[in-house]
């Protein structure tokens, strides 16, 4: 059963926090629980659910890597996850403290896998992990991988947008391979799609012959109350239901989970 999904893409800007809290506000909606995942020193996944990272004394990057207060609490992972302002929704936050993680982690044993080991615990209490990753293939993004049951890739459907992707999925076999056989690859999610224009159309079709059968049929749309929602602290499913972008990933989400078992 897949039951944690990374949203992965070394490049910027594509739309991998906006599709992980959609994605994770719609299983919340929908009666699950869920818990999202923020691996990305950003922090954007955290203050896009309206939480004030200044606030927080500790983070992932404690889990990650603070050993020594690990010992000192009986389940160090429900000391940082927080509840959110949503019914059935909680995050694993990340501050800015988190961009040191990929030099502490560098020298610790089992490096790689430090993130599944703390997520363990999650499998039980959640119904689905979504984990939001940073524009980077760096150690953080290996760990994700290496945490999840199944990626997903969000491709904006600009110009370069088929750039690096073949390093993106060399990475993943590479993980497949090495620390994570049952990593699958859930799809290919097009983002920002603007009907009007050639270049997203080309774009789009170049991304689904590169991918055959691999791209959801679900476009998120380039929707400006998806750039609103994150200010006002809320996924757009939840800011302005109705809109395209609101539709759109809910959409997605019967898609990407319709026939799970999560
Ligand atoms: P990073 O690589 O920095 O983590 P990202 O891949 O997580 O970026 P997002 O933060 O989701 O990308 O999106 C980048 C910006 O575009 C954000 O300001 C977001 O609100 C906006 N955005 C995302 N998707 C859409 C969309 N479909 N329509 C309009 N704006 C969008
Ligand atoms: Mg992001």
Known sequence: MRKSYCVVNQKGGVGKTTTALNLAACAALNGKRVL???VDPQGNATSGLGIDR???ERCIYDLLTDDEWKETVPDPLSEIIVPTSLPNLWLLPATIELAGAELSLAAAIAREMK???MLEPARHRYDLILIDTAPSLGLLTIN????ADAVLIP?????YALEGLSQLMRVVRLVQGQINPRLQIAGV????YDA???LAREVAEEVVAH?????FETVIPRNVKLAEAPSHGLPVVNYERSSKGARAYQNLYGEVFGNAET
């Open 36 to 38: 999202l995942v923020d």
């Open 54 to 56: 200044s606030q927080l």
């Open 115 to 117: 993130l599944r080991q």
């Open 144 to 147: 994700s991988l290496a945490a």
């Open 155 to 159: 491709i904006q459907c600009e110009y």
């Open 189 to 192: 999610v097009l983002t920002m």
């Open 196 to 198: 009007r224009t050639n």
């Open 211 to 215: 991918f055959p059968g691999r791209v």
